[in-house]
């Protein structure tokens, strides 16, 4: 299909080319200009009129520990990002901010503290500066920190400058400020462990003290000793024992001599014979008396006299009462089996059982009163038998030193019992005496560990104060800058271009759409369904009409 098209015919698929968009264009000019024009003004007055918002930047470098960790450790760990974090927490709590707004009067008239501290903390920005690092503890590399930046935002560049040193000071100060305080906080701590350990070690060793003054004799350091002394004390046990029979011999063997010899020398009367001593006279009277009652009655002169003597010489002789009562018990035995002989035969019974008794009562007396002249002799008068004496002060001896003997006896076997019970008690005083050294020996040993680090501890803070150890230095400080960070005004002015240019567009379809006036080849095709055959141009009148007149 052709389309005349003024000058020329084109085919009518032409109506979609460039030109026909830019036939729309002319057509459609006023629809496309005052929309651009009224954005694109909106969008340069919005350029112009932003405020602008200066930033300026500080760096603040991270210098490792100078000193070696080996030769002396810092008390204050924790990664560096952790660190700067902690200290912009402390940076931009609502007092130190307020102070910062009131030192650079940076909203003056404005009463709302929560409304300042929020745009102040809006405007700051720490950001980190970070290297990949081969880890020398770690195969591969990590990410570290070597630094990083303090930066503010301000309507002014003199202010944003000045902010930013004061925040860069105050960075600073404070890191030096929290290592120092973390250093004292950990000395602080060992220092009190170290004065409760002191005041346990100091309890400890009270006890133990205690404990040995209470369990001297048997701890177990003492053992061997115990049992030296036990087994001597046993060694000399047996040795006294010893020595106790052969003084038990002695005194038998002294006693016996003794008893066969006279305590007193012979008298001899004028007559030249020899007198009796008591304990012989009053023998013979016992076996007179004897021989007397079986023959008269007790009431016999002979039978009386015999008393009478034998009464004396018992008194004499220290048996006077035992003596007395078996004269009565004789006469009275004696007296009965006289009555029974003259009621029944001789082979009666009770005459019988009488004899027997009577007999039995004789030859106690006779043992009674005749033993005494073996040992016992009158009081009135000591024994002048130089033999006797020797005798007698030997066995007076002899029961001294058994007596004595006796008596180390008795205490050396109080002492093996002290010594056995110490050997037994011993087991269980060195348990308990283990468990109060283990904790002695315990709280020496945290003691000493906490010497140790609270010396490392002091050494730490002396680092910190020194600031030997991890510093932050100012490696580029915050200047004034020459242009503002935002708004971007050109970058604005040219997004606002694009939108003009957008909108404008867009009101040229609108228009174009909305419109129902056929001007071109395509609507009529469009609406009939058939191009049409030819395209007549507008033709342009003139002014003066180039016809004739009639």
Do not use: C
Request: no cysteine; hydrophobic share 40%.
């Amino acid at each position: 299909m052709i389309v005349n098209d003024g000058n020329q015919i084109r085919p009518a698929h032409y109506l979609t080319d460039p030109g026909e968009y830019w036939a729309i264009l002319r057509r459609r000019q006023w629809n496309f200009l005052v929309p651009f024009s009224v954005v694109l003004l909106a969008a340069v007055m919005i350029a112009w009129l932003l405020p602008p918002t200066f930033r300026a930047q500080a760096t603040i470098l991270i210098q490792r520990q100078a000193i070696p960790q080996n030769l002396v450790a810092t008390t204050v760990t924790g990664y560096a990002q952790e660190q700067i974090e902690l200290i912009r927490q402390r940076i931009v709590t609502h007092t130190n901010l307020m102070e910062i707004a009131e030192k650079f009067d940076m909203y003056p008239g404005e009463q709302d503290q929560a409304g300042i501290v929020r745009e102040m903390r809006k405007g700051i920005e720490v950001s980190m500066v970070e290297v990949q690092a081969t880890d020398p503890d770690r195969a591969g590399t990590r990410v570290a920190t070597i630094a990083f930046n303090v930066a503010f935002n301000a309507n002014s560049a003199e202010l944003a400058k000045r902010v930013t040193d004061e925040l860069t000071e105050r960075f600073l100060d404070v890191h030096v400020q929290a290592r120092t305080e973390a250093a004292t906080k950990v000395f602080d701590f060992l220092d009190a462990e170290a004065d409760n350990i002191k005041v346990e070690i100091a309890d400890l060793e009270k006890q133990l003290a205690g404990f040995k003054q209470e369990e001297i004799r048997q701890l177990p350091e003492l053992m061997s000793m115990n049992l030296s002394l036990y087994e001597r004390t046993e060694r000399e046990i047996e040795a006294t024992e010893t020595r106790i029979r052969e003084l038990l011999q002695r005194i038998d063997v002294t006693r016996a001599e003794l008893s066969l010899t006279e305590p007193y020398d012979d008298v001899v009367t004028q007559e030249g014979e020899r007198m009796l001593t008591a304990s012989e006279r009053l023998g013979v009277l016992s076996a007179q008396y004897l021989q007397a009652t079986a023959r008269y009655s007790s009431r016999h002169p002979d039978v009386v006299r015999l008393t009478r003597e034998i009464s004396i010489l018992a008194e004499q002789t220290g048996d006077s009462a035992r003596a007395d009562e078996l004269m009565k018990q004789l006469i009275s035995l004696q007296e009965q089996l006289r009555q029974a002989r003259q009621k029944y035969s001789p082979g009666h019974p009770e005459v019988t059982a009488l004899e027997s008794a009577v007999a039995a009562v004789q030859r106690g007396m006779q043992t009674s009163l005749i033993s005494q002249e073996a040992h016992i002799e009158p009081t009135a008068l000591p024994p002048d038998n130089p033999r006797y004496v020797a005798l007698q002060t030997q066995l007076t001896n002899t029961q001294t030193n058994l007596a004595a003997e006796e008596e180390k006896l008795a205490g050396l076997q109080l002492k093996l019992q002290q010594y056995e019970d110490r050997l037994f008690q011993t087991p269980i005083v060195e348990r308990d005496y283990k468990s109060l050294s283990r904790g002695y020996d315990d709280a020496l040993r945290r003691f000493s560990d906490l010497n140790r680090k609270q010396l490392e501890a002091q050494l730490a803070v002396t680092l910190e104060a020194s600031q030997g150890a991890e510093q932050w230095t100012l490696a580029n400080r915050a200047f004034e800058p020459f242009f503002p960070e935002s708004p971007n005004r050109v970058g604005i002015v040219l997004l606002g271009v694009l939108f003009a240019l957008a909108v404008a567009l867009a009101f040229v379809t609108v228009a174009e759409f909305l419109d129902k006036t056929i001007n071109s080849a395509r609507k009529l095709t469009n609406i009939v369904g058939t191009p049409p055959l030819a395209v007549i141009p507008r033709i342009a009148a003139s002014e003066r009409s180039s016809w004739p007149s009639p």
